[in-house]
């Protein structure tokens, strides 16, 4: 008569605003109150959750490209769960989906805020990163912000990570001559060689970019993928050849800084290379997700692109999964099984 009582979810929420470096001190795991579904909703347990760079950013007052957390409320990112209840139409108990509720063990949503995914196709993590956000953010990068041209010389940062492993891949499939990565540690050189299919890597914390960079591009960089910032951005422009392009996609390099960083010095040269800066978000380019989409599956298919990923269990090392990430604890995309 005394079924056993499931545990209450629990969520994550922010308690202060990190000035540098985030620690444990400013967030809580506490327990939700799941309300009652409302017609129209339906409720989602999650299984595995993502955790990005750009949450530093919502983490502080100061809006930078999406809003800021609120203060004693449960984050967000993406995550997908299993429904479990439904008031919603066209969604059914059991059916996997993709929301913006992460941070929390149950969700409770529009029906019209999450997305029905199909993970025979693929595991539900993959719909995270190289399958979802992160895998456009690659795609769109190269193909819209770079107009990546077939026989270019590709230089990407954070080439180990998620985007950094897809842009590589991706850079590759769409005909990129030669591709060229840094990471941070020997393994990560390694494994975007020898499992990512790169022509070259280098240890950024061996010695300088710029000189690590020429060696393994003599002639030049048509694009440079920038993750990082910093002294990257300054390499890559010493390197840009004639009408190159950078896409600024991350300065992860910055995200914990108090004061401004200082900018590339050799800014002049975009004079003689014709060279060209640009900075993008993924958000404004969800009308390439369908074209995306299908190309990535096929490339997952055929063994062009490799699903990489790193996972931390349990929802009580969420934190430490998304400080994790800020520290290069990661190879490919960083999720959180729940
Ligand atoms: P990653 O999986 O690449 O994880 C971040 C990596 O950054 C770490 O693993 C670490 O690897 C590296 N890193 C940390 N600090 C430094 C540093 N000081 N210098 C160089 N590398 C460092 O994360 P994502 O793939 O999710 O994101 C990559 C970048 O793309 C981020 O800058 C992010 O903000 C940005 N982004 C932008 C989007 C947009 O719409 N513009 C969308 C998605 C992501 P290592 O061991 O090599 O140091």
Same mark, same amino acid.
């Given at each position: &008569?005394?079924?056993?009582?499931? !545990?209450?979810?629990?969520? #994550? @929420?922010?308690?202060? @605003?990190?000035?540098? $470096?985030?620690?444990?001190?400013?967030?809580?795991?506490?327990?939700s109150e799941v309300p009652?579904?409302?017609?129209?909703?339906?409720?989602?347990?999650?299984?595995?959750?993502? =955790?990005?760079?750009?949450?530093?950013?919502?983490? &502080?007052a100061a809006t930078s490209?999406?809003?800021?957390?609120?203060?004693? +409320?449960?984050?967000?990112?993406?995550?997908?769960?299993? =429904?479990? +209840?439904?008031?919603?139409?066209?969604?059914?108990?059991?059916?996997?989906?993709?929301?913006?509720?992460? $941070?929390? +063990?149950?969700?409770?949503?529009?029906?019209?805020?999450?997305?029905?995914?199909?993970?025979?196709?693929?595991?539900?993590?993959?719909?995270?990163?190289?399958?979802?956000?992160?895998?456009?953010?690659?795609?769109?990068?190269?193909?819209?912000?770079?107009?990546?041209?077939?026989?270019?010389?590709?230089?990407? &940062?954070?080439?180990?990570?998620?985007?950094?492993?897809?842009?590589?891949?991706?850079?590759?499939? *769409?005909?990129?001559?030669?591709?060229?990565? &840094?990471?941070?540690?020997? +393994?990560?050189?390694?494994?975007?060689?020898?499992?990512?299919?790169?022509?070259?890597?280098?240890?950024?914390?061996?010695?300088?970019?710029?000189?690590?960079?020429?060696?393994?591009?003599?002639?030049?960089?048509?694009?440079?993928?920038?993750?990082?910032?910093?002294?990257?951005?300054?390499?890559?422009?010493?390197?840009?050849?004639?009408?190159?392009?950078? !896409?600024?996609?991350?300065?992860?390099?910055?995200?914990?800084?108090?004061?401004? !960083?200082?900018?590339?010095?050799?800014?002049?040269?975009?004079?003689?290379?014709?060279?060209?800066?640009?900075?993008? *978000?993924?958000g404004d380019h969800y009308? *390439?997700?369908?074209?995306?989409?299908?190309?990535?599956?096929? $490339?997952?298919?055929?063994?062009?692109?490799?699903?990489?990923?790193?996972?931390?269990?349990?929802?009580?090392?969420?934190?430490?999964?998304?400080?994790?990430?800020?520290?290069?604890?990661?190879?490919?995309?960083?999720? #959180?099984?729940?």
């Amino acid at each position: &008569s005394h079924a056993p009582r499931p !545990a209450a979810p629990r969520e #994550v @929420r922010l308690v202060s @605003r990190p000035v540098g $470096w985030p620690t444990h001190d400013d967030f809580e795991l506490v327990a939700s109150e799941v309300p009652e579904l409302a017609e129209g909703q339906v409720r989602v347990r999650n299984v595995v959750m993502s =955790v990005d760079p750009y949450m530093r950013g919502r983490m &502080s007052a100061a809006t930078s490209y999406a809003a800021p957390y609120e203060l004693g +409320e449960a984050m967000q990112g993406g995550a997908v769960g299993v =429904v479990e +209840e439904s008031r919603a139409d066209g969604i059914t108990v059991g059916d996997h989906v993709l929301h913006g509720l992460g $941070w929390r +063990e149950v969700a409770v949503l529009d029906g019209s805020a999450v997305r029905v995914v199909d993970v025979t196709a693929a595991p539900a993590s993959a719909y995270l990163g190289i399958l979802g956000m992160t895998g456009l953010t690659a795609y769109a990068g190269l193909t819209r912000v770079a107009a990546l041209q077939e026989g270019d010389t590709v230089f990407v &940062s954070g080439a180990a990570g998620a985007v950094g492993g897809a842009v590589g891949q991706v850079a590759r499939a *769409l005909g990129a001559s030669r591709v060229i990565g &840094s990471a941070g540690t020997p +393994e990560k050189v390694r494994h975007v060689v020898e499992d990512l299919g790169f022509d070259a890597a280098f240890n950024y914390k061996d010695g300088p970019v710029s000189a690590q960079l020429r060696e393994a591009a003599p002639d030049g960089i048509d694009v440079y993928f920038d993750n990082v910032g910093g002294e990257h951005l300054e390499a890559a422009i010493g390197s840009l050849r004639l009408h190159g392009r950078v !896409a600024v996609c991350g300065m992860i390099s910055v995200y914990n800084d108090t004061e401004p !960083a200082p900018g590339p010095r050799n800014l002049a040269r975009l004079i003689q290379t014709r060279g060209r800066i640009e900075g993008f *978000l993924v958000g404004d380019h969800y009308d *390439l997700a369908r074209e995306y989409a299908g190309k990535a599956a096929g $490339w997952l298919a055929d063994g062009t692109i490799s699903l990489r990923e790193t996972s931390v269990d349990g929802i009580e090392h969420a934190v430490d999964a998304f400080l994790g990430v800020l520290r290069g604890e990661n190879t490919g995309k960083m999720v #959180v099984g729940l």
